[in-house]
């Protein structure tokens, strides 16, 4: 009997050693979209936008639209999903860019590989900005 419950301490602490040695999962905290962006997003000087749902493509290299764009937005926040699974398709993405580098990108409900609650307000202002006539394609 003794011999049993020896065992069973050890496949216990075992147990425990492991739980305690698995990497904790990364902890999503709300963010402003300046906040998540990489640097100073002032310095954004293109904006590529996609829809998602016909697949045009537009950017945009005009700085004061893109400065003024960029500060209706900077301060909305992305507050995370707590349902983290793999999800496909989006409505928009978006790429701030500075020079011929992508420096964010982002959706509406999604950054880095992380989801979070859909964002209209940030929809509406990204459907405005892709509706405007100064781009190039």
């Given at each position: 009997?003794?011999?049993?419950?020896c065992?069973?301490?050890v496949?216990?602490?075992?147990?425990?050693i492991?739980?305690?040695?698995?990497?904790?999962?990364?902890?999503?905290?709300?963010?402003t979209l300046q906040?998540?962006?990489p640097g100073?997003?002032?310095?954004?000087?293109?904006?590529?936008?996609?829809?998602?749902?016909?697949?045009?493509?537009?950017?945009?290299?005009?700085?004061k639209?893109?400065?003024?764009?960029?500060?209706?937005?900077k301060?909305?926040?992305?507050?995370?999903?707590?349902n983290?699974?793999?999800?496909?398709?989006?409505?928009?993405?978006?790429?701030?860019?500075?020079?011929?580098?992508?420096?964010?990108?982002?959706?509406?409900?999604?950054q880095g590989?992380h989801?979070?609650i859909?964002?209209e307000?940030?929809t509406l202002?990204?459907?405005?900005?892709?509706?405007?006539m100064?781009f190039?394609?």
């Amino acid at each position: 009997m003794r011999k049993k419950i020896c065992i069973l301490l050890v496949l216990l602490m075992g147990f425990a050693i492991v739980a305690c040695s698995k990497p904790q999962a990364e902890k999503l905290t709300t963010m402003t979209l300046q906040e998540l962006y990489p640097g100073d997003i002032a310095n954004v000087d293109s904006i590529e936008i996609t829809d998602g749902s016909s697949g045009e493509r537009k950017m945009f290299f005009n700085q004061k639209q893109i400065l003024e764009w960029i500060d209706q937005i900077k301060d909305m926040k992305f507050e995370p999903d707590s349902n983290q699974e793999e999800r496909s398709g989006f409505l928009y993405s978006v790429s701030l860019r500075e020079g011929h580098m992508s420096k964010l990108g982002f959706t509406p409900n999604s950054q880095g590989g992380h989801y979070y609650i859909h964002n209209e307000a940030l929809t509406l202002k990204i459907q405005e900005l892709f509706g405007k006539m100064d781009f190039h394609k």
